[in-house]
């Protein structure tokens, strides 16, 4: 059974750091690139960050570059989205998606970043 499992999210003042994970199981996870999406109240579902299967290459939305990391732990499965500096306009629920060519896209259920004095 596949399963996408994050962590890591909760409430920060604007400035603040988080560091989300999401475990994956019941794939290939080495095999997949795999992303960060965002939705906001109101707002559709975002790309924030995503990571290549192989060559392990990046990229970021423009709003969160210099800010924020995403890496992966092939061995444990999981990856991860450092976020620091954070501000109010990145409170939403953040949600990580495995995707492969040919192939459905996975995604987890999704952890609650709020930012706010």
């Known amino acids: 059974q596949v399963q996408l499992v994050e962590s890591g999210g909760g409430l920060v003042q604007p400035g603040g750091s988080l560091r989300l994970s999401c475990v994956a199981s019941?794939?290939?996870?080495?095999?997949?690139?795999m992303s960060w999406y965002r939705q906001a109240p109101g707002k559709e579902r975002e790309l924030v960050a995503a990571i290549g299967s192989t060559t392990g290459s990046t990229n970021y939305a423009d709003s969160v570059k210099g800010r924020f990391s995403i890496s992966r732990d092939n061995a444990k499965n999981t990856v991860y989205l450092q976020m620091n500096s954070l501000r109010p306009e990145d409170t939403a629920v953040y949600y990580c998606k495995a995707a492969r060519y040919n192939s459905p896209d996975y995604w987890g259920q999704g952890t609650q970043v709020t930012v706010s004095s």
């Open positions: 019941g794939f290939t996870f080495r095999s997949y690139a």
